[in-house]
């Protein structure tokens, strides 16, 4: 779909400076709006993978691609909710007539990845110690066969070892975890389906689990209902470390419950919120000085 006029010309004739106009000039056939950073990474990936594969068959000498710098990316820092804005999309969450969008809750208060989230089934929720424990994710893939349905949904491991982990809820979070249980179970009874402590927290109308886009659907007319715009899902996870940093939350922790491999990753991120926190923090020694 990216390859724009590269994929018409033989590889031999396609130079260095040709790659790197056409990333430069890569839109949004939809939008008209510069493709993402990681849209760019991965479709020069894309085209070195080819001329590498050329060259271990003997065909090329060399990869074209070496070299290609990508336009940089302007910063931008790490959209949060607001607070006044997470509390119009929790009412509207949970006056929605979706079941499901009870999932907007709990990422709120847990800042789970979208895959981490729709990939959890009941085994994975601790109710006694009041934890979640992620170990895997819902993943959306092109189907290899030549079915009708060209995706297919897959339990995949998490994106890094450190997104293995055990995120805790608070009190009133399990409370409303377990009241949203008892309305699935009361569901599926009246649907004719049997419950199972395998069955995904979050799931369709045939008691499978939830498709990400159906979802994402779902999510985005949540956003119309609360008035909030310019938010995409990972916002939520965004609006969760925020809360926990203004909440005095050291980065560490914060770090771990959001699976990053590296507390510097998590600094990174939110480098904006850190004077405010360093402010605060440093409070906390004021009282050993004396004049």
């Known amino acids: 779909r ?3 006029e590269l994929g018409e010309k033989r590889l031999a004739d396609i130079t260095n400076l040709m790659i790197q106009n056409h990333l430069s000039s890569l839109r949004n056939k939809d939008t008209g709006e510069k493709l993402s950073h990681k849209m760019l990474v991965g479709i020069r990936n894309f085209i070195s993978l080819m001329f590498n594969y050329a060259i271990q068959n003997r065909i ?3 990869n074209p691609v070496q070299g290609v710098k990508l ?3 302007p910063y931008q820092p790490a959209r949060a909710l607001t607070v006044e804005e997470q509390k119009r999309l929790e009412t509207a ?7 499901l969008m009870f999932a907007i809750i709990l990422d709120l208060y847990t800042g789970l990845r979208k895959g981490e989230l729709l990939g959890l089934q009941w085994t994975d929720i601790n109710f006694a110690k009041g934890c979640i424990s992620i170990t895997k994710q819902l993943a959306r893939h092109h189907s290899k066969d030549d079915s009708s349905h060209p995706y297919i949904l897959d339990i995949v491991p998490p994106k890094t070892e450190a997104s293995i982990r055990k995120v805790y809820m608070i009190n009133d979070l399990k409370k409303e975890l377990l009241s949203y249980r008892e309305k699935s179970i009361a569901w599926k009874e009246a649907h ?3 419950h199972s402590e395998e069955d995904f927290l979050f799931f369709s109308r045939k008691n499978t689990p939830i498709e990400p886009r159906r979802f994402h659907q779902y999510y985005q007319k949540l956003l119309e209902i609360a008035d909030i715009e310019d938010a995409t899902f990972h916002t939520l996870r965004h609006t969760f470390a925020t809360r926990c940093l203004e909440a005095g939350i050291d980065i560490v922790t914060v770090s771990k419950l959001l699976g990053h491999a590296d507390s510097r990753v998590t600094a990174n991120t939110y480098s904006h919120l850190l004077p405010e926190y360093h402010k605060k923090e440093i409070r906390k020694i004021s009282k050993l000085f004396r004049i």
């Open 2 to 4: 990216h390859l724009g």
């Open 192 to 194: 004719g389906y049997q």
């Open 71 to 73: 336009p940089k990316q």
């Open 60 to 62: 090329l000498n060399y």
């Open 93 to 99: 969450a949970r006056e929605s007539e979706r079941l």
